[in-house]
């Protein structure tokens, strides 16, 4: 994109012809928001739930802290400081997703890493794998409980607001096929990091 103080234009990376439909891409951005934003929900497209956007963590005790560090040193993180010794904090926006039938990788990290239950497996990187389920489990049906579609009809929507109606509905399969990812999720190499393939004692 280009700005030269009177307009802004485009460049094109290849040709096209008169009359050409182009292709914008928006981003990896949170179907919510992107409904929100640009008013309208387009059911093939990519959709993505931004975990930075939706879940927030805290730390509340000394080894919880060190979680904290030991991910702020990895991640983008944004945190405030409670006079309590609370710290909330969560994911940057644009880094870790739930993807159409899965979360990517960086969500995968991040989940394991906030995961780690003991000072050994902080020190080694290694989280067990029911405990990485767990917590993905966990936040998966914080989502789910937060969308109600089912409580509605398409019906009850004013007719210039039935793209939100048809958002809920994928995000509510977005999520239900993300839970089926984690309950199938068995260590095998390309499906969980090999830091998760330790048994739980």
Sequence with gaps: MHDDKDR????ATVDYKEGDQIWINYGQKDLYLHAIDY???D????HFIDLGLRLSQAANNDFQRKIFDYVATKYPILHDNSNDGLIRYKLSKGIAFLLDHAPNMRAIDFVRDISYGTEQELLYKQCPLPRFKNRMLQYINVLSAANNIDDFSIEGFPEKLRYFYHMLEKEKSMLYRNKEWVLMANGEPGIIPPQLLIEEN
């Design 39 to 41: 008013g309208y929900f």
């Design 8 to 11: 802004v234009f485009l460049v």
């Design 43 to 46: 059911p093939d497209g990519n």
